[in-house]
């Protein structure tokens, strides 16, 4: 890919953590020299790799240089993964320049001009890092897209409420109300009624009709 169209935090970071890496594991970050007689002066050191501190750094940094490689010559290997790669861009570098910082303030004694040189580095990553995540146009994921598994699912429906309990007194559940009476018989099998069938036989006899 042409050097002209990378995104300005691809031509921080790629440079940046070569060079880190380079300075990191070819020259001394701590150095102590002293004057032997009959010898002249002889200095030992470590290496930016020294400590655990320094392991990590060297770790992230060649993380952080292969995944700028891909993404500058083999895009569509870091397309393929489905992965958000601006945030692991980003991610990477902030985790790059926050143990540059943590390795010069760990190895304070002896101090040679090759770990300024990584200081200096380091805050240019982490400049790169703010270049990456604001090219990115990505979002942090929420507090709810990570407690529930990245909310790739559709929401379980929400079950029907259950019934009301019946309502219940001091001795138990209260009885079902007793059906309505049957409707009241007519007036032929009524007592009382003077004008029914059964109740005027006891009266005066039938008028006999004239011949």
């Known amino acids: 890919m042409d050097w002209a169209n990378w995104s300005m935090s691809r ?21 102590r020299c002293a004057d032997i007689p009959t ?4 200095c030992i050191g470590v290496s930016g790799w020294h400590g655990t501190a320094g392991v990590i750094l060297g770790l992230l940094a060649l993380v952080l240089l292969v995944w700028e490689l891909l993404g500058a010559f083999a895009p569509d290997v870091t397309k393929n993964m489905n992965l958000p790669e601006g945030l692991i861009g980003a991610g990477v570098a902030g985790l790059v320049a ?18 300024w040189i ?12 703010w270049f990456r995540f604001s090219e990115s146009g990505e979002a942090l994921p929420s507090r709810a897209t990570m407690m529930g598994g990245g909310g790739g699912g559709a929401a379980a ?7 009301e309990p019946p309502v219940t007194g001091g001795m138990g559940t209260t009885p079902p109300a007793p ?29 006999t009709p004239p011949a």
């Not at 010898?39 to 002889?42: D, N, S, W």
């Not at 002896?110 to 770990?115: K, Q, S, T, V």
């Not at 429906?157 to 019934?163: C, D, H, K, Q, V």
Request: glycine fraction near 18%; hydrophobic fraction near 45%.
């Open 11 to 31: 031509k921080i970071l790629l440079p940046a953590s070569a060079l880190l890496l380079i300075f990191m594991s070819f020259f001394d970050w701590q150095q």
């Open 98 to 115: 926050i143990f540059v910082l943590i390795k010069f303030l760990s190895a304070n004694e002896f101090r040679h001009w090759p770990e």
């Open 118 to 129: 990584g200081l200096l580095l380091g805050i240019a990553i982490a400049a790169g890092a």
């Open 39 to 42: 010898i002249g002066t002889r």
């Open 179 to 207: 059906p309505p009476p049957p409707p009241a018989a007519g007036g032929d099998m009524g007592g009382g009624g003077g004008g029914g069938s059964m109740g005027g036989s006891s009266g005066r006899p039938e008028d």
């Open 157 to 163: 429906p929400t079950p029907p409420a259950a019934p």
